[in-house]
């Protein structure tokens, strides 16, 4: 079981970067890692994956060492409805492609 | 596309009850999965489907809690009886394949009283 360990809350404001750091010590050779959003009342959404270096799309990016023990969600310039609780997870491939949540990161971003 | 649709919304029982929850995933998703949220806290995996077989049932609680996919595509979660540590939000969600991202549905909110 690929645990994560990421801070359970963050503030930020308006149009600053946030970087979310999640550690994932014992993550298997055919793991990979993927972030999720959730707003309440709602399910949690997909934000960026990957497996190893770095990934950006259209509204995150993602740095992965080349240790792969831990990776960093890098979401550019805030905006208030960025607030939500963002979990790290590790994708476990071997196992059907499993996928664990922890307790998540609160982010609050203020005006 | 249509995403996960979920069935009730919202759903309130006396404890000793029965309750069924609904799932339609999002088609041609072969995996699908049940979690279940306790206010505060990230999703808790229950079970996860491999088109209509079980790839992990391990965190079930397997004396109360049963669900099916029949014929691959939409799923049940039943509770019988329930108790009041089942109050949580019931999430549903389907993937295509391999590492393809999960899709959720709005979930279930059940208070058990």
């Known amino acids: 079981l690929a645990k994560t360990t990421q801070p359970i809350s963050m503030d930020s404001y308006e149009g600053q970067e946030v970087n979310i750091t999640c550690s994932h010590n014992?993550?298997?050779?055919?793991?990979?890692i993927t972030w999720y959003q959730q707003f309440p009342s709602q399910g949690p959404r997909f934000i960026i994956q990957g497996y190893k270096t770095k990934v950006t799309n259209e509204v995150a990016s993602l740095f992965i060492p080349a240790d792969r023990k831990s990776s960093t969600l890098s979401l550019p310039r805030v905006s208030l409805s960025d607030t939500a609780v963002y979990y790290c997870?590790?994708?476990?491939?071997?196992?059907?492609?499993?996928?664990?949540f922890g307790g998540g990161t609160r982010v609050l971003v203020k005006p | 596309e249509a995403g996960v649709a979920q069935s009730p919304r919202y759903k309130i029982i006396e404890k000793r009850q029965s309750v069924a929850f609904w799932c339609n995933p999002i088609?041609?998703?072969?995996?699908l999965y049940w979690y279940q949220q306790i206010l505060g806290q990230g999703p808790k995996l229950l079970i996860q489907f491999q088109n209509n077989g079980v790839v992990d049932d391990s965190q079930l609680p397997k004396d109360r809690f049963s669900a099916e996919r029949l014929k691959g595509v939409d799923s049940t979660l039943k509770i019988q009886p329930a108790k009041l540590e089942d109050s949580a939000v019931y999430l549903c969600?389907?993937?295509?394949?391999?590492?393809?991202?999960?899709?959720f549905g709005n979930g279930t909110r059940l208070t058990v009283t």
């Open positions: 088609s041609g998703h072969a995996t």
């Open positions: 997870l590790v994708g476990e491939l071997a196992a059907g492609n499993k996928l664990t």
């Open positions: 969600a389907s993937s295509f394949e391999g590492n393809s991202p999960l899709h």
């Open positions: 014992n993550i298997a050779t055919n793991d990979y």
